[in-house]
T-cell receptor, first 115, second 112 residues
């Protein structure tokens, strides 16, 4: 599992409340990603990071912000949760293979329900 | 829109049969990867095929890539009940940096 943990694993919250999801990795990987997974949409990239304090938007970044103050932690924040943000959230890291290509390893996921 | 699109969306077969899943994509790629997801778990990398390769094997997995048609297929031979999972293709686009773009997945059910 490439030493990736996510917390919490499950969360139920109410519309309008802030929510922060944490991704923690133990192997000093430079690249980290946040995805959401919804039926009929596969995995969609929310934000990613290519180093401490270096982040960029993915295809579905509206309503989300991220921070990476340490190599090992990548935080995803929903400033004011909405029901449309009910989803399963996956964190991933990217590891450079011997052939020079990147392969991603995923955390176990966080199931978020916004009521 | 999704870069990778798999078909079929769902596939149900008997143990011992072969399962074929297809993926189409839209832009030029460095490589294409296939991932597997068991229910309630994160994705796990299965195999990577480079843009200059046409076919690759790994155990019971066979992947083909046709860059002229922008398509790939994943064949699982002699399927087992334990192969039941969702399978996703992911493209590493030439202009995408270190990002992958995932398709919507194929749900494979292998009946014992």
């Amino acid at each position: 599992d490439a030493g990736i943990t996510q917390s919490p694993r499950h969360k139920v919250t109410e519309t309008g409340t802030p929510v922060t999801l944490r991704c923690h990795q133990t192997e000093n990987h430079r690249y980290m990603y946040w995805y959401r997974q919804d039926p009929g949409h596969g995995l969609r990239l929310i934000h990613y990071s290519y180093g401490v304090k270096d982040t960029d938007k993915g295809e579905v970044s509206d309503g989300y912000s991220v921070s990476r103050s340490k190599t090992e932690d990548f935080l995803l924040t929903l400033e004011s949760a909405t029901s449309s943000q009910t989803s399963v959230y996956f964190c991933a890291i990217s590891e450079l293979r011997r052939d020079g290509y990147n392969e991603q390893f995923f955390g176990p996921g966080t199931r978020l329900t916004v009521l | 829109s999704q870069q990778g699109e798999e078909d079929p969306q769902a596939l149900s077969i008997q143990e011992g049969e072969n399962a074929t899943m297809n993926c189409s994509y839209k832009t030029s790629i460095n490589n294409l990867q296939w991932y597997r997801q068991n229910s309630g778990r994160g994705l796990v990398h299965l195999i990577l095929i480079r843009s200059n390769e046409r076919e690759k094997h790994s155990g019971r997995l066979r992947v083909t890539l046709d860059t002229s048609k922008k398509s790939s297929s994943l064949l699982i031979t002699a399927s087992r009940a334990a192969d039941t999972a969702s399978y996703f293709c992911a493209t590493d686009g030439i202009a995408s940096g270190s990002r992958l773009t995932f398709g919507e997945g194929t749900q494979l059910t292998v009946n014992p």
